[in-house]
């Protein structure tokens, strides 16, 4: 059973920053790709930011110069530095991974649960 969860969400004033964690867990042979999607409310969800296995990054333009994807290996953990934070960027944020594990051969897109940041003063 492979799962995500995510953590490190919270209230936090403009300009402010956040560091969102997403670990998996469970019988993780490979992941070739970690995304980060938000959703604010009445929006529709949006694709942040992801890292593939190579190590290459990609981010929307509204968050590029100010939110950051990596990753630990070692500790199957993708993290989203956000920086000057503004209210805009208050949203649910959800990590998204493609994962194969020791008992198949192809990859299954696993979801964490999604945690709130919220940018307010």
């Known amino acids: 059973q492979v799962q995500l969860v995510e953590s490190g969400g919270g209230l936090v004033q403009p300009g402010g920053s956040l560091r969102l964690s997403c670990v998996a867990s469970g019988s993780i042979a490979g992941i070739r790709v970690t995304r980060w999607y938000r959703q604010a409310p009445g929006k529709q969800r949006e694709l942040v930011a992801h890292i593939l296995s190579s190590g290459s990054t990609n981010y929307a333009d509204s968050v590029k110069g100010r939110f950051t994807i990596s990753r630990d290996d070692a500790k199957k953990t993708v993290y989203l530095q956000m920086n000057r934070l503004a209210p805009e960027d208050t949203a649910v944020y959800s990590c998204?991974?493609?994962?194969?594990?020791?008992?198949?051969?192809?990859?299954?897109?696993?979801w964490g649960q999604g945690t709130q940041v919220t940018v307010s003063s």
């Open positions: 998204n991974a493609d994962i194969t594990s020791y008992y198949t051969s192809f990859y299954t897109s696993y």
